[in-house]
């Protein structure tokens, strides 16, 4: 069994650099250290802020391409005109990216 993670929508907390459950302020994670200490500290906001939206959006772009996988599944079956061969090779960038994002 795999445990899941905090429910989203996460935010990043920029007094902290926590990133936090955006409605009941639950602290997820800590960004802790730059791996350049010449760096700004912007940096580490936007990497912050990237992760926060990378996260929030995990679920809706797994969700869409498991669709479109399966759309061009049924497309697969019922059609064998030459485009098939890119649709195939979709259909496997789909399963690898899937697969990635843990689906």
Same mark, same amino acid.
């Given at each position: +069994? &795999? =445990?899941?993670? =905090?429910?989203?929508?996460?935010?990043?907390?920029?007094? =902290?650099?926590?990133?936090?459950?955006?409605?009941? @302020?639950?602290?997820?994670? &800590?960004?802790?250290? @730059?791996?350049?200490?010449? #760096?700004?500290? #912007?940096?580490? !906001?936007?990497?912050? !802020?990237?992760?926060?939206?990378?996260?929030?959006?995990?679920?809706?772009? %797994?969700? =869409?391409?498991?669709? %479109?996988? !399966?759309?061009? @599944? #049924?497309? %697969?079956?019922?059609?064998?005109?030459?485009? @098939?061969?890119?649709?195939?090779?979709?259909? +496997? &960038? %789909?399963?690898?990216?899937?697969?990635?994002?843990?689906?």
């Amino acid at each position: +069994m &795999q =445990t899941e993670h =905090t429910p989203t929508p996460w935010q990043f907390w920029n007094p =902290t650099s926590c990133i936090k459950h955006k409605e009941d @302020r639950w602290d997820i994670a &800590q960004i802790l250290c @730059r791996v350049n200490h010449d #760096e700004p500290f #912007e940096r580490l !906001e936007a990497d912050g !802020e990237f992760i926060v939206l990378a996260c929030n959006a995990h679920d809706a772009i %797994l969700d =869409t391409c498991k669709d %479109l996988r !399966e759309h061009l @599944r #049924e497309y %697969l079956k019922a059609n064998t005109s030459p485009p @098939r061969m890119v649709i195939t090779d979709m259909v +496997m &960038q %789909l399963n690898t990216a899937i697969n990635k994002a843990g689906g």
